[in-house]
């Protein structure tokens, strides 16, 4: 996990609000990412995922953005609810390796 | 359809104690992986199983040691234990390959005293 990063360990979002969660990575080599959520006493949950060959890729309510020429990914949840609530971390995998670095993660909190 | 189950939930173990925790993949899925996850840390790679050989290690003693069954469930275990091993343990299970979506289970929390 020492790869990748966070750039903000916290994030307050007003209800109905965007939220914009960022990660840095600096393995140049790392070509797949994921975004997962954690809620307290529970295991990570995948959102959304995406190769090096995209730029982004869209699920329900969120947007996962890549941008390899300055190592950034970033996670956009339209709406934010207060279920959104919970520890988002970023995961990268180096091709032909089968682990996944993890950054230390962003504590969301979502005010109604 | 079942995701990843994991037992026990939670476990109070002393020091020098051994212990073994117990992991069965989602549906579909024959690769098992097991992550250390410290308190407000991000989860650390233990190893991964595949064919029930393990097939890739990350930097953790040889303390720590697993099996996978010919049903893809998977154990780790621990020996020797140490304060410092009290954490969170996270089983994910993906499709074999690399590139592959991993799916975590809730975890079994160990705590060592």
């Known amino acids: 996990g020492e790869s990748v990063g966070l750039h903000l360990p916290t994030l307050s979002v007003q209800e109905g609000d965007n939220s914009i969660i960022n990660c840095a990575y600096s393995?140049?080599?790392?070509?797949?990412f994921i975004w997962y959520k954690q809620e307290s006493g529970k295991g990570p949950q995948f959102i959304i995922d995406?190769?090096?060959?995209?730029d982004k890729r869209q699920g329900q309510r969120v947007t996962v953005l890549l941008n390899k020429t300055v190592k950034h990914l970033s996670l956009q949840i339209a709406a934010t609810q207060p279920g959104d609530s919970a520890v988002y971390f970023c995961?990268?995998?180096?091709?032909?390796?089968?682990?996944?670095?993890f950054g230390a993660g962003t504590t969301v909190t979502v005010r109604a | 359809d079942a995701g990843v189950t994991q037992s026990p939930t939670h476990l109070i173990k002393t020091r020098g104690q051994q212990v073994t925790l117990r992991c069965s993949p989602k549906?579909?899925?024959?690769?098992v992986s097991w992550y250390q996850q410290a308190l407000g840390q991000g989860p650390q790679f233990i190893f991964q199983y595949y064919e029930e050989e393990e097939r890739q290690r990350g930097n953790f003693p040889d303390r720590f040691s697993g099996h996978q069954f010919p049903n893809y469930s998977s154990e780790l275990n621990v020996n020797a234990l140490l304060l410092g091993d009290s954490a969170l343990y996270l089983c994910a299970s993906s499709l074999r390959g690399s590139n592959q979506p991993q799916h975590f289970g809730d975890g079994t929390r160990l705590s060592i005293l």
């Open positions: 393995n140049s080599a790392s070509d797949y």
């Open positions: 549906s579909g899925h024959d690769t």
């Open positions: 995961a990268e995998n180096i091709h032909h390796d089968y682990k996944l670095s």
């Open positions: 995406i190769r090096s060959n995209m």
